[in-house]
């Protein structure tokens, strides 16, 4: 099962860089955020309000504010650097590239404030994604010398912010369901975009059809897909482990824009593939026992679980 969540996690996030390229083609990255979002955002109020609010119990305003930041950075702060670096002139395979750093902060991190230590042979798969993933990307990266060099921060600051989101999550002692989460946080993007776009003058959508097939791409296999199972793999595996799945978007994404936009597929490509396999493989397969036995003790504290609400009859 573990295996098929993320390989179905893999996916679906890939699918954020692709249909970030199809929307902004057509509209700015802040409208293609708001109109994203609004949707979802509704969707999500109205499963909430026809379940009777029974899964936001036994939250406390602390709680539901945690989630709000949490939103702010996982989602508005890491989405609007990835589809503004695209916009302006970044390719999805580059973009990848520097999202998929975030294994080895995250992993760097991961001791001093999770206590959660990366053992030695998760340190050497950590090493070897970033090497798989660099040699799928070194060639786009370079033939792009139109793009300014500040412009690969943009990315960058949003590795960083979806970093900070997960460290946010890892230190709750409140189990959060993921329909809560999902509500709060897409009704947090929502409103920052909504506002941002209105403030910039773009709300308007763009009336070619890609646009609304990038919106309805977004929404329900990089949303409900991607983001979803972000949190679920992690609650299941750990900091260490999800990130190292990352190390698979950057070949993952190269193989989509081929098939899909006609991008060139290598050996190149070809080999920086096999090599972030055989990371994710390395990782997966390092001993519980080696690095971990603190890791084990860290996350079986005891977190309170809302109270069931009474089964409607």
């Given amino acids: 099962m573990n295996i098929l969540l993320s390989a179905a996690f893999v996916l679906c996030w890939s699918s954020g ?8 083609e057509h509209a700015g990255a802040v409208t293609l955020l708001m109109w994203r979002f609004l949707p979802l955002a509704a969707i999500l109020v109205a499963v909430a309000i026809g379940r009777g609010w029974a899964s936001w119990q036994g939250l406390t305003t602390r709680d539901i504010a945690r989630q709000i930041a949490i939103g ?37 991190l991961a001791g001093p404030l999770l206590r959660q230590y990366v053992s030695a042979r998760q340190w050497l798969g950590l090493c070897l994604g970033l090497a ?34 997960t460290f946010l999550e890892e230190r709750s002692r409140t189990q959060v369901t993921p329909l809560v989460s999902m509500t709060v946080h897409c009704t947090t993007s929502a409103l920052v975009f909504t506002v941002a776009a209105f403030a910039a003058g773009a709300a308007a959508p763009s009336s070619a059809p890609s646009f609304w097939l990038a919106t ?52 190149q490509t070809a080999a920086g593939l096999a090599v972030a396999l055989s990371a994710v493989a390395v990782v997966h397969g390092a001993s519980p026992r080696a690095g971990h036995e603190r890791v084990t003790t860290a996350r079986r504290r005891p977190r309170p679980h809302p109270p069931r609400s009474p089964t409607p009859r």
């Fill in 72 to 108: 702010l950075l996982s989602q508005s702060g890491y989405l609007l650097t990835v589809y503004y670096a695209i916009q302006l002139g970044v390719s999805s395979g580059t973009t990848a590239l520097i999202d998929g750093t975030q294994p080895l902060v995250a992993g760097a």
């Fill in 17 to 24: 860089f692709v249909g970030a390229k199809l929307g902004t």
């Fill in 132 to 165: 798989g993933v660099a040699v799928v990307t070194t060639a786009d990266a370079s033939a792009a010398g139109a793009v300014a060099w500040w412009v690969y921060l943009v990315p960058f600051a949003g590795m960083l912010s979806l970093v900070a989101a």
């Fill in 216 to 267: 309805v791409w977004l929404v329900t296999l990089s949303t409900f897909g991607g983001y979803g199972l972000y949190w679920l793999v992690l609650q299941r595996s750990g900091v260490t482990q999800v990130n190292t799945l990352m190390f698979l978007m950057a070949p993952v994404t190269a193989v989509w824009g081929a098939a899909m936009f006609g991008e060139p597929f290598t050996v």
